[in-house]
């Protein structure tokens, strides 16, 4: 089984936390005989903005044409694309870089036996152009804002939906995504949910410490619908407890500015990007994790901290209510300072048992969910109906 993966959401020497969930997905994919893969993630490309440092174009110009992570290839072609502008069509110039890298390469999409297409627009939307052109099957994956935010945009949904027509199958990696994809209409006999998993080699309770450190952990990038303002705002209350922050994003000045107003600064902590195995120490330490975000699918962040025993208090939005519930956690009422107020104090009054936190994500390992998502390709790959 030869797979190609088009997907701008994929790590790359300069970024490499960016798209890790997609990453390690295949990394266990890589581990079944029989599955090979290469992947194309396309990069945005802009005249003028890339050439000013400190953008995030000037960043993505930096990032190799190709690179080879653990024997795997990744072609990182350039596609042209004007923020703000409509004048360019960002999933047809995803495909058209990605096409030339095929012809030039592939011997014309010979050597792979099915595109997967991860994060629907544009790039499944990309990923369904490629498929149509070599006439090869597609199976797409619906991650979060691509269903929350971009199904809710006319021009994004109709061209969404014509991709999904063109797919055999497409996985959601929560049930709400499915939900939501059947009330655009696509049928659910399409429609297949492999949820996100956990390296349990590296997030487990064998990381427990025997008292944890007095202090809250907020994981994910720093960008608003993360709500890591939330959780300075939360800290506020709490006068004997740290913040520790770790990810990256232009957010990063203004949350710091924000904790200075909130004369918290000398409790919260940003780390930065913290590789796997770090971050998995972290979350054991901490008292809970909190994560505000806006819009999710299934996220890592819970999942991970689950792993490690540690409670998560979390919004009530996408896939987190199909993983935390009372006995791992708490979900707030409303994505507010005032409602993660009630729910920091609900939690510092109850007691946690957090070996049965962690033996409860168990059975949601990697290796698991890898060998269904291969099983599912080896179904379309043989003209089969996908069996959920």
């Given at each position: 089984?030869?797979?190609?993966?088009?997907?701008?959401?994929?790590?790359?020497?300069?970024?490499?936390?960016?798209?890790?969930?997609?990453?390690?997905?295949?990394?266990?994919?890589?581990?079944?005989?029989?599955?090979?893969?290469?992947?194309?993630?396309?990069?945005?490309?802009?005249?003028?903005?890339?050439?000013?440092?400190?953008?995030?174009?000037?960043?993505?110009?930096?990032v190799p044409q190709k690179e080879n992570q653990n024997g795997i290839d990744v072609f990182h072609p350039r596609?042209?694309?004007?923020?703000?502008?409509?004048?360019?069509?960002?999933?047809?110039?995803?495909?058209?870089?990605?096409?030339?890298?095929?012809?030039?390469?592939?011997?014309?999409?010979?050597?792979?036996?099915?595109?997967?297409?991860?994060?629907?627009?544009?790039?499944?939307?990309?990923?369904?152009?490629?498929?149509?052109?070599?006439?090869?099957?597609?199976?797409?994956?619906?991650?979060?804002?691509?269903?929350?935010?971009?199904?809710?945009?006319?021009?994004?949904?109709?061209?969404?939906?014509?991709?999904?027509?063109?797919?055999?199958?497409?996985?959601?990696?929560?049930?709400?995504?499915?939900?939501?994809?059947?009330?655009?209409?696509?049928?659910?006999?399409?429609?297949?949910?492999?949820?996100?998993?956990?390296?349990?080699?590296?997030?487990?309770?064998?990381?427990?410490?025997?008292?944890?450190?007095?202090?809250?952990?907020?994981?994910?990038?720093?960008?608003?619908?993360?709500?890591?303002?939330?959780?300075?705002?939360?800290?506020?209350?709490?006068?004997?407890?740290?913040?520790?922050?770790?990810?990256?994003?232009?957010?990063?000045?203004?949350?710091?500015?924000?904790?200075?107003?909130?004369?918290?600064?000398?409790?919260?902590?940003?780390?930065?990007?913290?590789?796997?195995?770090?971050?998995?120490?972290?979350?054991?330490?901490?008292?809970?994790?909190?994560?505000?975000?806006?819009?999710?699918?299934?996220?890592?962040?819970?999942?991970?901290?689950?792993?490690?025993?540690?409670?998560?208090?979390?919004?009530?939005?996408?896939?987190?209510?199909?993983?935390?519930?009372?006995?791992?956690?708490?979900?707030?009422?409303?994505?507010?300072?005032?409602?993660?107020?009630?729910?920091?104090?609900?939690?510092?009054?109850?007691?946690?048992?957090?070996?049965?936190?962690?033996?409860?994500?168990?059975?949601?390992?990697?290796?698991?969910?890898?060998?269904?998502?291969?099983?599912?390709?080896?179904?379309?790959?043989?003209?089969?109906?996908?069996?959920?």
């Open positions: 089984m030869k797979i190609l993966t088009i997907t701008s959401l994929y790590p790359n020497g300069l970024q490499p936390r960016h798209g890790i969930f997609v990453k390690t997905r295949f990394d266990y994919l890589d581990r079944i005989m029989d599955f090979a893969r290469k992947v194309i993630a396309p990069v945005a490309w802009t005249p003028v903005l890339s050439w000013i440092p400190g953008s995030r174009f000037h960043l993505s110009a930096k596609y042209l694309t004007l923020p703000g502008s409509n004048l360019i069509d960002p999933a047809k110039a995803m495909a058209t870089a990605a096409i030339k890298v095929i012809e030039k390469t592939f011997d014309h999409g010979e050597e792979f036996d099915l595109i997967d297409g991860q994060y629907l627009y544009p790039d499944g939307i990309a990923a369904a152009l490629v498929a149509r052109k070599f006439s090869k099957p597609l199976v797409l994956t619906a991650r979060g804002s691509d269903v929350n935010y971009w199904m809710n945009q006319d021009k994004a949904r109709q061209k969404t939906l014509e991709a999904i027509g063109c797919a055999s199958a497409v996985i959601c990696v929560s049930q709400a995504l499915k939900q939501s994809l059947m009330k655009h209409g696509v049928p659910e006999g399409k429609l297949f949910v492999l949820p996100n998993g956990v390296d349990e080699s590296v997030f487990h309770r064998r990381h427990k410490a025997v008292s944890h450190k007095d202090y809250l952990l907020s994981v994910g990038n720093l960008v608003p619908l993360k709500g890591h303002d939330i959780a300075l705002r939360g800290l506020a209350t709490l006068p004997d407890k740290k913040l520790i922050i770790i990810g990256q994003g232009p957010e990063e000045k203004n949350l710091k500015q924000l904790a200075r107003e909130l004369a918290i600064y000398d409790r919260v902590i940003f780390l930065g990007h913290v590789p796997q195995r770090d971050l998995a120490r972290y979350y054991a330490y901490a008292d809970a994790t909190l994560l505000m975000s806006s819009m999710e699918g299934m996220p890592n962040v819970v999942l991970e901290s689950l792993a490690c025993g540690t409670p998560v208090i979390a919004t009530n939005v996408g896939g987190i209510p199909e993983v935390v519930n009372e006995t791992n956690g708490i979900l707030l009422s409303e994505r507010t300072p005032d409602a993660l107020e009630a729910a920091l104090t609900d939690f510092f009054n109850r007691s946690w048992d957090r070996d049965a936190i962690s033996d409860a994500m168990v059975s949601l390992d990697w290796s698991s969910v890898a060998q269904w998502q291969y099983e599912l390709y080896q179904s379309v790959i043989t003209g089969q109906q996908p069996q959920p």
